[in-house]
């Protein structure tokens, strides 16, 4: 594979201005929990399937010792009274090269797609193991930003301060050039695990834009495996600080390890 | 060189629906300890030289003194009633792109000798010295699977977790867009050394699979070396394990260093 | 985005014979805190856009929550009796091979605008806190020296040892091919930190060579923080000396940690 | 500069069955004292300057605080019967892909010139602070060993057993395709510093095999200098020995650090 590879798995499909999720791997994969959690919950259909020589190269073997190439691939439902399109998978780009490439690619098929809007969907790491039920936003127009507070999203001046890092930024960026309006997500997570709790805020927060209700069943179960880690991660910190009573108590474990 | 050399080295030679082996270096060199074993002990002739730029920019010194270009090549032999391709040489790529570009060759190349099925040969590092006589599979139709547990690969879920990455992996994954059956065979290693061992166990299995005898002698050599290295290890372990008697035996290695 | 693109923001801009003075994020960030200042002090107006898939990817988020994809951009002012196009950006090239495209990118854009000198602004890491009010200077013309050291500007043999390297460096090899003058100008920093009170010693000396003034006001009052930043660093130095007597006192930091 | 950029300052020289010497830096930067002391005692005259997106992007700083783009040459110059061609330089490609390509170019150009055999020359790492005044060698073709020896070079089986990595390796290897026999020459070196001691051994063999003197007095002040380190590392070793004195003693300093 020499190029990227676009496999169009659906033809003819039109859809209605919809809106498009990116949920692809990241801080917490938070983004990624929720896309993919909602393209089971609404038993989204698959249009396209990327690969690329920019992707790690690398299959993925699941339950049946089955392997497939690990690829993105955009899916589309209905919800309430929008059309979906989501964009989902396995992978970022590998090379700095093909983070450009590949988002550019993402936004020539959601232009396609006639895609009015764009919702990127990523963790914001707090370095603190406690749980913050919060969204964060940054957004490619200004004039999204009213509406996003409505629905609960936070804003910070010049946050993140480090930027946007990999597909979640760069749609943004990349969409201004096409005049698409763009907002980016995130949910407040540790940084340190894989966090559904945060993917649950997010879920909210989308569930009140789309004006839907998401079944965050599965999400919750995993969420409870997930407290416990944490609470016996928290244990031990506790322990250890009695230990060393004459260190200040730091909630912060960004800087640890 | 600017892109990838492919020499022909013996014109017009056809094969019957061969079985292409896959052994390059990787986890333990199992793969390619096995592939080149093969290669030597039926005398295999070389068919196609490869030369890339995603090479790694070495050459290797033979016992002249005397150095070649690093290179994978195709090699055939007879092995009882089947017709041997098989894939051996000195390196993976070492760029990304490089993985994607030289894997789909190989495939080319296999399909132009008119390849039936593709075995690719790894190891599944362990993390344990502990040598498990035992080979793990995936594969890339699901109705392969039943017959490699006949010949004694295990098979298990969602396994290995994180993917297979390298030749080996993306040989499966790519020769799904061309219909081509194909499967990973991965001897258990610890992943802390070459283990011929370990490529024993997978002979074995090959061996069933093919009805052919495969003399291991000199890897059985090989291994009483390595033996002795492990055996060593092992009893430092232990001794370290007996000065701190207050700390739970772990024989997991795999998290040291 | 496949490849570099350039966003003209204005057509038809003569300038007469410019002075090109490049900044771009590196050692103390020393060489984009001057021009970021240039071109907020004299108001200049942005010409040129530059965006490259050899950038990071990433975007910036401003005050209003809203992103940007980093860039690059030539501005222009009239300073004195000059014109200046200005260099500035958010970051240099994440690629070896960008750094060439991307300086030649920039030396094409300068040679239109019929650019006549081209002085690359810098910081030069002296590993020591105590700040050195002092302009070290390199050039791609020997006849360029005797003009900046009348400006004060500093040179020293074969300095800096490990040669300069990134755009401000690669500008002034790359217009040798050009018969474009060019010079290096580094501000001496200690390497650990953003270095505004370096940005000054900078602007000291582009203000005599242009016969300008320039009003640092803004630079003073991040300096006077970053200064007491130092003086708390240096402060515990001194009692971790304190507490070791014996060892020899060591000035020099660029050798800890 | 988005492709090799190849100077040609000399047009017609015309050279009669050329010697090619390669000294890049590398280990020790042995082949580069060895090369970089040639064109300077033979005063050389240079024929080619290659620049590439491929070297670091990087200039030097001359005695003038004058400076230059990296760039590799090509010198020539009469030494007793034979014309030398030289390939003199300031760095090796960055990437893996760039080694390939610039070497495949370095051959062009040789066989413009008409070169009949090339030796790299270069540094084997021994982890011995103790100088060994000794060659290795490795051919492309064995038929060349004989005739090495009688110059002093010495040849072991498979060594260097990691083989030769860079531009010494690979412009044996790629000249095995042109039929141009080459050889690397090791000078052996510690390791862990310029060694112009393993330079002189390197030129002993030299001027043997080309049946002319090299004036090696610069390079003997340089070795002075250095034995002068040495010594005190060694110092500094016993010392630390006889502190610990139920240690094993040991010589080798490969793995430390």
């Given at each position: 594979m020499q190029s990227t590879k676009v496999n169009q798995?659906?033809?003819d499909v039109k859809l209605d201005n919809p809106i498009l999720l990116v949920g692809l791997?990241?801080?917490?994969h938070v983004g990624k929990l929720v896309v993919d959690h909602i393209v089971e919950t609404f038993e989204a259909e698959k249009l396209v399937e990327i690969f690329s020589?920019?992707?790690?190269p690398q299959v993925l073997v699941d339950e049946k010792s089955t392997v497939r190439l690990v690829s993105n691939s955009f899916y589309t439902c209905k919800a309430g009274n929008h059309d979906l399109l989501l964009l989902a998978g396995d992978q970022q780009s590998a090379t700095t090269e093909g983070h450009y490439e590949l988002c550019d690619l993402y936004l020539d098929i959601a232009e396609e797609y006639g895609v009015s809007k764009i919702y990127t969907l990523g963790g914001f790491p707090t370095g603190q193991l406690e749980h913050k039920d919060e969204v964060m936003g940054a957004v490619n127009?200004?004039?999204?930003v009213e509406d996003l507070e409505k629905h609960g999203v936070i804003f910070k001046e010049n946050e993140p301060g480090g930027g946007i890092v990999g597909v979640s930024g760069l749609m943004l960026g990349l969409s201004q050039f096409r005049d698409i309006d763009a907002a980016c997500l995130m949910g407040l997570t540790s940084g340190y695990m894989v966090d559904p709790k945060s993917a649950q805020s997010l879920i909210k927060v989308l569930s009140s834009m789309l004006e839907i209700e998401i079944d965050v069943n599965e999400l919750e179960k995993r969420a409870r495996e997930m407290e416990k880690i944490v609470a016996n991660l928290m244990d031990q910190k506790q322990q250890q600080q009695q230990m060393l009573p004459d260190t200040t108590p730091d909630e912060d474990l960004r800087y640890i390890g």
């Amino acid at each position: 594979m020499q190029s990227t590879k676009v496999n169009q798995l659906k033809k003819d499909v039109k859809l209605d201005n919809p809106i498009l999720l990116v949920g692809l791997p990241g801080v917490g994969h938070v983004g990624k929990l929720v896309v993919d959690h909602i393209v089971e919950t609404f038993e989204a259909e698959k249009l396209v399937e990327i690969f690329s020589p920019s992707f790690p190269p690398q299959v993925l073997v699941d339950e049946k010792s089955t392997v497939r190439l690990v690829s993105n691939s955009f899916y589309t439902c209905k919800a309430g009274n929008h059309d979906l399109l989501l964009l989902a998978g396995d992978q970022q780009s590998a090379t700095t090269e093909g983070h450009y490439e590949l988002c550019d690619l993402y936004l020539d098929i959601a232009e396609e797609y006639g895609v009015s809007k764009i919702y990127t969907l990523g963790g914001f790491p707090t370095g603190q193991l406690e749980h913050k039920d919060e969204v964060m936003g940054a957004v490619n127009n200004v004039g999204l930003v009213e509406d996003l507070e409505k629905h609960g999203v936070i804003f910070k001046e010049n946050e993140p301060g480090g930027g946007i890092v990999g597909v979640s930024g760069l749609m943004l960026g990349l969409s201004q050039f096409r005049d698409i309006d763009a907002a980016c997500l995130m949910g407040l997570t540790s940084g340190y695990m894989v966090d559904p709790k945060s993917a649950q805020s997010l879920i909210k927060v989308l569930s009140s834009m789309l004006e839907i209700e998401i079944d965050v069943n599965e999400l919750e179960k995993r969420a409870r495996e997930m407290e416990k880690i944490v609470a016996n991660l928290m244990d031990q910190k506790q322990q250890q600080q009695q230990m060393l009573p004459d260190t200040t108590p730091d909630e912060d474990l960004r800087y640890i390890g």
